[in-house]
C-alpha cells in the first residue's frame, strides 16, 4: 500500500516535497514513480526512481526543477519540486513496480496511492 502526502496551497515560484509511504514487504527493490493530474488533463509522468543503483528520470515539465528521492528504510520515496508554476496545479499520486525499472507508463505501475493535490497561487 502506499499513502501520498505532502500536498498544499503554495505560491508561484515556492516549492513544495511530497512523501509517497509504503507499506508492504521488499520496498527496496520496487520502482517508484510519481504521475499527475491536472485539472481536465489526463494523467501524466512526472519522475521515477529505480531500486539502487540505477538513476531517476523526470518528465521534461519538471526536469532540472525537481528531485525524486528514497529512503528504503524509511519505505518512503520523496518529490521535491521547485520554482513552481500555476501548470504544476494537480493532483499528485505515486505508484510502485517491480516490473520495470524506469517506465513512463501508467499502465506499467501495479500499486497506486490515493493521491495529494497541489496548488499553486500565480
Known amino acids: 500500500q502506499l499513502q501520498a502526502s505532502g500536498g498544499g496551497l503554495v505560491q508561484a515560484g515556492g516549492s513544495l516535497r511530497l512523501s509517497c509511504a509504503a507499506s508492504?514487504?521488499?520496498?527496496?527493490?520496487?520502482?517508484v514513480g510519481w504521475f499527475r493530474q491536472g485539472p481536465g488533463k489526463d494523467r501524466e509522468f512526472v519522475a521515477v526512481?529505480?531500486?539502487?543503483?540505477?538513476?531517476?528520470a523526470y518528465a521534461d515539465s519538471v526536469k532540472g526543477r525537481s528531485t525524486i528521492s528514497r529512503d528504503d528504510e524509511k519505505e518512503t520515496v520523496y518529490l521535491d519540486i521547485g520554482t513552481l508554476r500555476p501548470e504544476d496545479t494537480a493532483v499528485y499520486f505515486c505508484?510502485?513496480?517491480?516490473?520495470?525499472?524506469?517506465?513512463?507508463?501508467?499502465?506499467?505501475?501495479?500499486?497506486w496511492g490515493q493521491g495529494t493535490l497541489v496548488t499553486v497561487s500565480s
Open positions: 508492504g514487504r521488499a520496498f527496496s527493490s520496487y520502482a
Open positions: 526512481i529505480p531500486w539502487s543503483p540505477n538513476r531517476a
Open positions: 505508484a510502485a513496480t517491480r516490473r520495470t525499472i524506469r517506465s513512463r507508463s501508467e499502465n506499467d505501475y501495479d500499486c
